[in-house]
């Protein structure tokens, strides 16, 4: 027996003893597995998977073991992220700390920060939000104004950001501060603090579907450690943009597009009605066939990114790619459901209307902001451009 298939054995056997059971059920919302210092979800068994995954490093499984992380080779990951699929495992932990903060924490920090702050992030210790967008920095990001001083022994911190996924339930934020007005990009620094610092507040912002997971988050004197600047001073955008190579990764790896077709395909046969076989609206089963297609062709060029990833040491300016194209597809796999749904997908509440037909329409509602989250679709096309392309503007 190879290495890796005594790997593949050990890990079969692990899961099957360790997966709870009564994760085979739907996911209530609280259930979802974002971690925390309040995460307190209603199946306790949510709780315990986290725990049991975090445990063996492998909410993290590439990252190295004096950190908390698995340790595990490509070809080892690959085989755990088999093996999670074959008994249809949720997932133990959704973190931006490990898609986002951890990935940069690594590359940029010093050995005490990534002591500091790589453990709790595996265990699903700390639940990570953000600060980069502002009122009058979204797509162009470098012109942020949140102010940082030097006061000596600490930095003090005045400012506004928005579109702060989750803020109001985050323990910890990852921060863009200016540290630097005589400089635009070359005056921009990367800070974390804690939520609860005095002078952080929060407010949910609620957006169309009906949801709240934006906020507007305010910064009044708030005091942050000098410790806690990640890599040099005035040298956060490099961080800034590394981290967002990986946003735009695995926002785009974790559910914009791949495999959509099925459900909608389930929705029409019930609303639109079948016909020798085949869906009746002729229109609606080639477009239907050809998002299946996109979203087959998309889930494996996201494989073949991930690979070129891991072999060149990172992300590259590619993942702006996946990222338009991800955007794209979801809020085309949305518009189809609710067109395959008829007048049920018309409904937001009320009797008369299905409820996984209600999820539907807000889901519709809510895919609007894909093509602005993690970079807006326009700026992600000039990244391409420029960075993929090569191309210049003309003088």
């Given at each position: 027996?190879?290495?890796?298939e005594?790997?593949r054995?050990?890990?079969?056997?692990?899961?099957?003893?360790?997966?709870?059971?009564?994760?085979?059920?739907?996911?209530?919302?609280?259930?979802?597995?974002?971690g925390g210092?309040?995460?307190?979800?209603?199946?306790?068994?949510a709780?315990?998977?986290l725990?049991?995954?975090?445990?063996?490093?492998?909410?993290?499984?590439?990252?190295?073991t004096?950190?908390s992380?698995?340790g595990?080779?490509?070809?080892?990951?690959?085989?755990?992220?088999?093996?999670?699929?074959?008994?249809?495992?949720?997932?133990?932990?959704?973190?931006?700390?490990?898609?986002?903060?951890?990935?940069?924490?690594?590359?940029?920090?010093?050995?005490?920060?990534?002591?500091?702050?790589l453990?709790?992030?595996v265990?699903?210790?700390?639940?990570?939000?953000?600060?980069?967008?502002?009122p009058g920095?979204?797509?162009?990001?470098?012109?942020?104004?949140?102010?940082?001083?030097?006061?000596?022994?600490?930095?003090?911190?005045?400012?506004?950001?928005v579109?702060?996924?989750y803020a109001?339930?985050?323990?910890w934020?990852?921060?863009?501060?200016?540290?630097?007005?005589?400089?635009?990009?070359?005056?921009?620094?990367?800070?974390?603090?804690?939520?609860?610092?005095?002078?952080?507040?929060?407010?949910?912002?609620?957006?169309?579907?009906?949801?709240?997971?934006?906020?507007?988050?305010?910064?009044?004197?708030?005091?942050?450690?000098?410790?806690?600047?990640?890599?040099?001073?005035?040298?956060?955008?490099?961080?800034?943009?590394?981290?967002?190579?990986?946003?735009?990764?695995?926002?785009?790896?974790?559910?914009?597009?791949?495999?959509?077709?099925?459900?909608?395909?389930?929705?029409?046969k019930?609303?639109?009605?079948?016909?020798?076989?085949?869906?009746?609206?002729?229109?609606?089963r080639?477009?239907?066939?050809a998002?299946?297609?996109?979203?087959?062709?998309f889930?494996?060029?996201?494989?073949?990114?991930?690979?070129?990833?891991?072999?060149?040491?990172?992300?590259?300016?590619?993942t702006?790619?996946?990222?338009?194209?991800?955007?794209?597809?979801?809020?085309?796999k949305?518009?189809l459901m609710?067109e395959?749904?008829?007048?049920?997908?018309?409904?937001?509440e009320?009797?008369?209307?299905?409820?996984?037909?209600?999820?539907?329409?807000?889901?519709?509602?809510?895919?609007?902001?894909?093509?602005?989250?993690?970079?807006?679709?326009?700026?992600?096309?000039?990244?391409?451009?420029?960075?993929?392309?090569?191309l210049?503007?003309?003088?």
């Amino acid at each position: 027996m190879s290495d890796l298939e005594a790997f593949r054995s050990e890990t079969r056997a692990w899961l099957e003893a360790n997966y709870p059971p009564s994760l085979n059920e739907p996911m209530a919302e609280d259930d979802a597995p974002w971690g925390g210092r309040n995460y307190r979800p209603s199946n306790p068994d949510a709780k315990l998977w986290l725990e049991r995954m975090g445990a063996k490093g492998w909410t993290a499984p590439m990252w190295p073991t004096q950190y908390s992380g698995g340790g595990l080779s490509a070809d080892e990951n690959r085989v755990l992220t088999q093996e999670l699929t074959r008994i249809k495992a949720r997932p133990a932990l959704m973190s931006f700390g490990v898609w986002m903060l951890g990935p940069v924490l690594l590359e940029y920090a010093n050995e005490e920060q990534k002591q500091k702050f790589l453990p709790p992030i595996v265990r699903g210790e700390i639940r990570w939000c953000q600060g980069y967008s502002e009122p009058g920095a979204g797509s162009d990001l470098a012109g942020l104004q949140t102010r940082c001083e030097d006061q000596g022994d600490h930095y003090l911190i005045n400012g506004q950001k928005v579109w702060t996924s989750y803020a109001d339930q985050a323990d910890w934020i990852f921060c863009l501060v200016r540290t630097d007005t005589s400089k635009k990009h070359e005056g921009i620094s990367f800070l974390l603090f804690d939520m609860k610092t005095p002078g952080v507040e929060a407010r949910p912002i609620k957006l169309i579907s009906g949801s709240s997971p934006f906020c507007e988050t305010f910064f009044d004197n708030v005091k942050v450690p000098k410790d806690q600047l990640v890599g040099k001073l005035n040298g956060g955008w490099d961080i800034a943009k590394r981290l967002l190579q990986y946003e735009r990764q695995n926002i785009s790896a974790g559910g914009f597009g791949g495999g959509a077709g099925l459900e909608i395909e389930e929705a029409a046969k019930q609303f639109v009605g079948i016909e020798a076989g085949k869906l009746a609206d002729t229109d609606l089963r080639t477009r239907i066939a050809a998002h299946k297609m996109d979203a087959k062709a998309f889930a494996l060029t996201v494989r073949r990114a991930e690979a070129e990833s891991k072999a060149s040491r990172g992300p590259s300016a590619a993942t702006s790619i996946i990222k338009y194209a991800a955007a794209k597809l979801n809020q085309d796999k949305c518009e189809l459901m609710v067109e395959a749904m008829g007048t049920q997908g018309l409904g937001w509440e009320g009797e008369g209307f299905d409820p996984e037909g209600l999820k539907a329409t807000r889901a519709w509602l809510r895919s609007k902001g894909n093509s602005i989250e993690g970079g807006t679709s326009e700026v992600n096309l000039n990244v391409v451009a420029k960075r993929v392309l090569g191309l210049l503007d003309h003088q």
